[in-house]
């Protein structure tokens, strides 16, 4: 088995893969492995201290663009003189691409060259929450796009869905943007149950909200570099596991006040006003010009800065399930514990599972296991220092983890 790929091997995976989609034809053997390897160099590279991140596809302007496009359809700009396809024009570029929704356009050549021609603008982008709309064919067809997210780091996709993911030298194919459903199956419940009133559209948009509030929370964390954790415990086992013998021994206990959590509240107050409205969806959340609405917004992203802040802080940071902030600082205490292997999930259901040692990962990672081996209705989301994410939790006597890839 392979401990590293090289981008021959990565294009050689590609291709294999790529035959069970029905994306455009990839190029030949030797045309692909150059524009992996270019797209690779340049993920090790920094623009003025920023490390380089950018999204690229691989398309003719036949391919991007149809005769009468809407307006709000994708914008294609081309360069009047190609750019040669190097690490360092992607280097010089990348601060133009910053922004997901925009792309970098490769093509090849009559002479079988590659060359940057132009840029790629599409309504939506590529990270996106769940229940947010993806990009759609009319926007990008299926052309191979590589999204280039921090050193050694690609995601491959033939247009909007991924295929292969390479992580540390090594061809995953099982990261994910989504928040899976399995790791939280059934852990976030009380918020919802003292709510019987809500019908399923509150009920989704509850989730999305929360969803929304966790992955801004670790994005601020994982854009600092120092790493972090976050813990949810069932809000009936915080005296238990806060305990002078419990699993968890804060620096810094907490309490909110006023009764219910901030997050809880703001939560709540976001659902009425989307009540009153008269619109229940994700969209309209993201999209609402009513100033209340977006003040609430504003302010739930606010609480989602203070979760960063606060992860800051060696230790852990710790939640009640329902988003009540518990402690920071936290010391996980569970040396009892022997664990020999984790479980790497290859889907997100969790159903495919990869054995691995559990001891790969770094600190917080083993904290994480060990925790939700010795409590098995807590979850555990570790950052590490270098921005990898890994959401933790306990099933069917096993921990198992799945690799976020944003």
């Known amino acids: 088995m392979a401990t590293a790929y090289y981008p021959a091997e990565i294009a050689h995976a590609l291709r294999e893969r790529w035959v069970q989609t029905e994306g455009s034809p990839l190029p030949e053997h030797a045309v692909l492995t150059q524009f992996l390897s270019i797209i690779y160099q340049a993920s090790l590279l920094r623009e003025e201290a920023r490390p380089v991140e950018c999204h690229v596809v691989l398309a003719t302007a036949a391919q991007l663009t149809a005769p009468g496009q809407p307006a709000t359809g994708p914008h294609v700009v081309a360069f009047g003189t190609s750019r040669p396809w190097n690490e360092q024009e992607i280097r010089r570029l990348s601060p133009a691409v910053a922004r997901p929704a925009t792309l970098l356009a490769v093509r090849q050549t009559e002479a079988g060259e590659l060359v940057l021609w132009g840029l790629l603008v599409t309504d939506t982008p590529w990270d996106r929450l769940p229940g947010s709309p993806a990009p759609t064919a009319e926007e990008v067809p299926p052309v191979l796009v590589v999204h280039v997210q921090g050193p050694g780091l690609l995601t491959c996709y033939c247009g909007a869905i991924r295929v292969l993911t390479l992580r540390a030298g090594r061809i995953d194919g099982h990261g994910f943007l989504q928040f899976p459903t399995a790791w939280s199956q059934g852990r976030f419940g009380e918020m919802v149950a003292a709510n019987s009133e809500l019908g399923p559209a509150e009920f989704a948009l509850i989730a999305l909200l929360g969803v929304d509030v966790q992955r801004r929370a670790v994005a601020r964390v994982r854009a600092g570099g120092h790493g972090g954790l976050l813990v949810f415990v069932p809000p009936g086992a915080v005296a238990e596991l806060l305990a002078p013998d419990g699993l968890l021994r804060p620096k810094y206990p907490t309490q909110e006040l006023g009764g219910e959590g901030r997050c809880s509240q703001l939560i709540h107050a976001i659902i009425a006003r989307q009540q009153a409205l008269g619109d229940m969806s994700w969209t309209y959340y993201q999209q609402a010009r009513d100033p209340a609405l977006r ?22 940071l710790v939640l009640t399930q329902n988003m009540e902030i518990v402690g920071f600082g936290v010391e996980i205490r569970a040396p009892h514990i022997a664990l020999d292997q984790v479980h790497r999930a290859l889907d ?5 599972l990869q054995a691995e040692p559990a001891d790969q990962g770094g600190t917080r990672h083993r904290a994480a296991y060990r925790l939700c081996a010795a409590a098995p209705a807590c979850l555990a989301v570790a950052v590490s220092q270098d921005g990898g994410v890994q959401l933790v939790h306990h099933h069917a006597g096993r921990i198992i983890f799945w690799s976020q890839l944003t």
């Open 295 to 316: 003040a609430l917004a504003a302010a739930l992203d606010h609480t989602a800065d203070l979760l960063a802040d606060l992860m800051a802080v060696d230790g852990a």
């Open 348 to 352: 997100l259901e969790g159903q495919h």
